[in-house]
């Protein structure tokens, strides 16, 4: 059983709309697209927040058992797992995005 399958709150991203060869050469770096496609930033920051989320929900989750607030263990357990996942995920996609700068840096024009 995968545990990635477990995660309801992570959506799918959709295609990115305007990533045809034909627009490559258009002189458009950067932001959205012609058609008006959402900017890569703007889907790290997304990215970004829902890790921000989560991990504040655990935290609230955990808090909440050790005070006796809350004594489902269960759910406490699962939201700091989901935490340390998110955050594990977060952390390679950003090591990828840090090898392929790496490697746009050393090619030669």
């Not at 930033?41 to 929900?57: F, I, P, T, Y």
């Not at 406490?76 to 995920?89: N, T």
């Amino acid at each position: 059983m995968d545990p990635l399958l477990n995660i309801p709150s992570l959506t799918p991203l959709s295609p990115a709309s305007g990533t045809d060869r034909s627009s490559l050469g258009s002189g458009a770096a950067g932001g959205a697209g012609a058609e008006g496609g959402v900017a890569f930033g703007d889907l790290l920051k997304q990215a970004l927040q829902e890790v921000n989320q989560v991990s504040a929900q655990s935290e609230v989750e955990a808090r909440n058992l050790m005070t006796g607030e809350g004594a489902d263990m269960h759910s406490a357990m699962l939201a700091v797992q989901k935490a340390d996942l998110s955050f594990q995920m977060m952390m390679a996609v950003r090591s990828k995005l840090i090898d392929a700068y790496r490697e746009v840096m050393r090619m030669q024009m």
